[in-house]
């Protein structure tokens, strides 16, 4: 049962990637016109705005991808000794 879930998982998550992509497809064929980026004194050179929100779109997958990993580190807890409810602390006598 499991591994269907898995499955449906990953098809939703296909069909759901592939809508993007196709969006971002259809849009960039559309507007043609070449943009530039303008942050403070720095200006991009001119793209279209579709290969423009590619690149955006590529690197925020790869930043949401690699994010979880580079902050794993700080979610470490403390390791605590497991304990049994019925264990006293001794050794199990197996000649009984």
């Given at each position: ?66 994010l979880p990993f580079l ?26």
């Open positions: 049962m499991l591994n269907m879930l898995q499955i449906l998982a990953n098809i939703i998550i296909s069909i759901v990637v592939g809508f993007w992509i196709g969006a971002i497809a259809i849009f960039s064929i559309q507007n043609i016109t070449a943009v530039s980026l303008k942050f403070l004194l720095w200006e991009s050179i001119k793209l279209p705005i579709g290969v423009l929100l590619s690149f955006c779109v590529g690197g925020g997958f790869i930043v949401g991808g690699l902050l794993k580190p700080f979610k470490r807890k403390k390791k605590r000794p497991l304990r049994s409810p019925i264990d006293d602390g001794g050794y199990f006598d197996f000649d009984n």
